[in-house]
């Protein structure tokens, strides 16, 4: 149910900044991302800084790696924590995995 409601509030907070132009920041929180990834430090994931490290001027290949479809290159050791998460993100839409991408690397 609380997720429910988070969904439903992420999904009102999308139509109200624009529905036209999918924001990789709000896909990025709303699919828990954050939980595991801080911008700037490692936590349970590695960090944003370090993954747009990892993939400069990579972007395909980050985008196939959330498609299911890559190979860890940041954390291979611990890809067994990210794994289950490539489920939400090889069912988003292109538009809204593109901005994704772009969000991570962007740090
Ligand atoms: C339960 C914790 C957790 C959550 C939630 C999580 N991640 Fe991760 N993520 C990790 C860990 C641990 C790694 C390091 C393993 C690896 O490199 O694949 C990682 C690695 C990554 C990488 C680097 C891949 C590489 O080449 O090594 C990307 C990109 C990434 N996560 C994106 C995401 C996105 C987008 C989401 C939200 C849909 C997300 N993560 C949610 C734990 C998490």
């Given at each position: 149910?609380?997720k429910?409601?988070?969904?439903?509030?992420?999904g009102?907070?999308?139509?109200a900044?624009?529905?036209?132009?999918?924001?990789?920041?709000?896909?990025?929180?709303?699919?828990?991302?954050?939980?595991?990834?801080?911008?700037?430090?490692?936590?349970?994931?590695?960090?944003?800084?370090?993954?747009?490290?990892?993939?400069?001027?990579?972007?395909?290949?980050?985008?196939?790696?959330?498609?299911?479809?890559?190979?860890?290159h940041?954390?291979?050791?611990?890809?067994?924590?990210?794994?289950?998460?490539?489920?939400?993100?090889?069912?988003?839409?292109?538009?809204?995995?593109?901005?994704?991408?772009?969000?991570?690397?962007?740090?």
């Amino acid at each position: 149910m609380k997720k429910l409601i988070a969904a439903v509030a992420a999904g009102a907070m999308l139509t109200a900044t624009g529905a036209f132009a999918a924001n990789g920041q709000q896909v990025f929180q709303s699919k828990g991302c954050a939980a595991c990834h801080n911008p700037n430090v490692d936590t349970v994931g590695p960090s944003l800084k370090k993954i747009a490290q990892a993939y400069k001027g990579k972007k395909d290949e980050l985008i196939k790696f959330l498609k299911g479809q890559g190979k860890p290159h940041v954390d291979p050791a611990k890809f067994a924590i990210m794994r289950p998460q490539i489920n939400t993100t090889k069912s988003l839409p292109a538009d809204q995995l593109e901005a994704l991408a772009d969000f991570i690397l962007s740090h």
